[in-house]
């Protein structure tokens, strides 16, 4: 294996096929990257066996030539310090090549590594996904998907399915759920598919993340192929697998109340200022990291916490329009600032149905999106 | 006490102080910003007995009024919490109030803050310093000087005096000394002084750190006061107080050889970053961190690092001029490092006298700065 390679695309790759790299892995050959030189162009891999990643540079993109192929084959390189090598190297320009004995040299200007490689052979091949139903949807739809569910998925292990995104599709329509059965986080957006098939698979909540940062903010499609156990996306030089989370999700419907008594609607910003500001003195005592949300009348929401050995703060936010009955209410103003942070728009209507029971925010006129919030019990 | 401030003001102030609270002060009171409101201003205090610094803000500045004091007083507000609210108030202006019983409002627009104060009168007072004989420095030299050394102290405490910076002060000179006993740094500036007295002290690496930080990058004069066990750095609205190491700090002038057998003059950043990339593979292994030296005719230097199970890397760098005997010399790459990031200058001149010494580099044509690393014995 021989080529010439430009050093930023590289950089680049090599950072991508990186995120699926864990040094903790027990396979030794995975914590190398796989590097194929074909006569299209070089094709680099990283996986953890969870999630795989493979990043493709062309020989050539728009008349420019990006890859100078001189001799086709393939190598494994320890990540860790071909991803170091790589982001130091002093030219534009970086020559690989692979020597006998998957002794490799990595050649920029007067610098020259030579790295002990390892079989590629070794290196287990990703699985074959039979593309029957490909799904499209643009990169940047999926993108705001991921930033507004994912981050409700549980961090606990007690309920392994709760830690992944439950994906829905169904005619012509993608749900993302994620809940950690303290809150919940949902959202819906149309999908390109060409079946009628549905499809309700649960993508561990990791594997989001990764690919939310390998995407880039485009309205070029991503490709979504589902199977049994695997889900993939591709984009144009991207390839992205996961394994998907095993067993069957909680059926989450019922938790959404449909009834209202108290709406209040009221600007973002101000509403999730105000609670940053509380949440300053809750951080510990009985309830942590709780405040009290009160109406007081005249349209004014009151948002105060209380540490008895701290002290106390008051705020109050004049909302666009209360209507329907008085509230008192405690929740966790971590979940309520998630929840603002994820929503889209200036304004939002915030459903109660009594102290103790959940409460649902939506930005104003948009049902695409909804947030759920338990109360706490503080009194 | 009761006082309208302006916010960004206070914002600074507080961080400025914070940087002396530790959390993990023994004292509790420590824990505590005090805040003393007088006729001329207010005045910030943090400090974890070792460090106390002091932030002023007067009443008016520049024609703009800062302060507008409405009750004279003090109090000692948690660290933790005021500088949290501090930074996170909605509105330009903020009130402060002491109400009965060291209770503490804080008021910025609708959002009100009750925090728990303590008794001002319970914190320490911080020590007289008799003012002599004061020293004064540019602020931005004795930035620079702290900088060029302070990354050498050890940080080791089994020889504690080594985790200071010497500072002497002879003939309207300051010399600032460092060293952890495998690499040393000195910085030698003029210094404005009133007398003839000579001062020997050693200031802890960690208090000067913190100076760094919370001095501004001006020529403005800081003002330097000497003590038996303190010393004293004063500016136009900042007071800085730290406590001196004890003990006598060892003779480093036998250290620095006077001759040399073999100098290199060469570009400072191709040098570093040729020294960065070989230290990539010289992780591991049987000496960690190592690179070798090697001179190669034709002014050439050779630098390059090997470990076995990994693989090895070579370059070669151009220098200005090689004079004097051949060299073959291993040393650490993290020390030759920092050496070369605190010099100042495009081109610097290494001075060795043989493989086995410590050699001296110094920025070319200025002996104001010397780095001196001893060398690792690998063959």
Redesign the interface.
């Known amino acids: 294996m021989k080529f010439l390679i430009q050093r930023d695309r590289l950089i680049q790759s090599v950072q991508d096929v990186m995120r699926a790299v864990s040094s903790r892995t027990t396979i030794p050959i995975l914590t190398g990257i796989k590097i194929v030189a074909a006569n299209d162009g070089v094709t680099f891999t990283g996986s953890d066996s969870d999630v795989s990643i493979e990043s493709f540079i062309p020989k050539e993109e728009d008349g420019d030539e990006l890859v100078e192929i001189k001799e086709l084959g393939s190598i494994v390189l320890?990540a860790k310090?071909f991803s170091?090598?790589v982001k130091?190297?002093?030219m534009d320009t970086v020559e690989i090549e692979v020597l006998n004995q998957f002794q490799?040299v990595i050649r920029s200007g007067?610098?020259?590594?030579?790295?002990?490689g390892l079989d590629p052979d070794e290196y287990p091949h990703l699985p074959q996904i039979s593309e029957d139903n490909i799904l499209k949807i643009p990169t940047d739809i999926l993108k705001t998907l991921i930033r507004q569910t994912v981050f409700a998925v549980s961090t606990l292990e007690t309920r392994p399915i709760l830690t992944g995104v439950n994906c829905k599709v169904e005619n012509g329509k993608l749900y993302c759920i994620a809940t950690d059965s303290h809150r919940l986080a949902m959202r819906t957006a149309a999908i390109d598919t060409q079946s009628e098939e549905t499809y309700n698979i649960v993508i561990p909540g990791k594997s989001l993340n990764e690919l939310n940062k390998i995407l880039d903010d485009t309205n070029e499609p991503v490709e979504i192929v589902i199977t049994e156990n695997q889900v993939l996306f591709r984009t144009k030089h991207l390839l992205f697998l996961s394994r998907l989370l095993e067993g069957s999700y909680p059926d989450t419907s019922r938790l959404i109340p449909n009834e209202s008594k108290t709406e209040i609607t009221i600007n973002t910003k101000e509403f999730l200022?105000?609670i940053?500001?509380a949440s300053?003195?809750a951080r510990e005592g009985r309830n942590p990291n709780v405040v009290k949300l009160t109406t007081i009348g005249s349209g004014l929401v009151e948002i105060s916490s209380n540490t008895p050995?701290?002290?106390?703060?008051?705020?109050?936010?004049q909302s666009q329009a209360i209507d329907g009955e008085e509230l008192k209410i405690s929740f966790s103003a971590k979940y309520m600032m998630d929840a603002l942070k994820a929503l889209e728009g200036l304004e939002i209507r915030v459903n109660f149905s009594g102290a103790m029971r959940p409460f649902v925010i939506h930005p104003v006129n948009d049902e695409s999106i909804l947030q759920l919030i338990l109360p706490v019990r503080t009194y």
């Open positions: 320890q310090f170091e090598i130091k190297l002093p490799t007067k610098s020259e590594f030579n790295l002990i200022q105000a940053d500001r300053l003195l050995e701290v002290g106390k703060v008051v705020e109050q936010v």
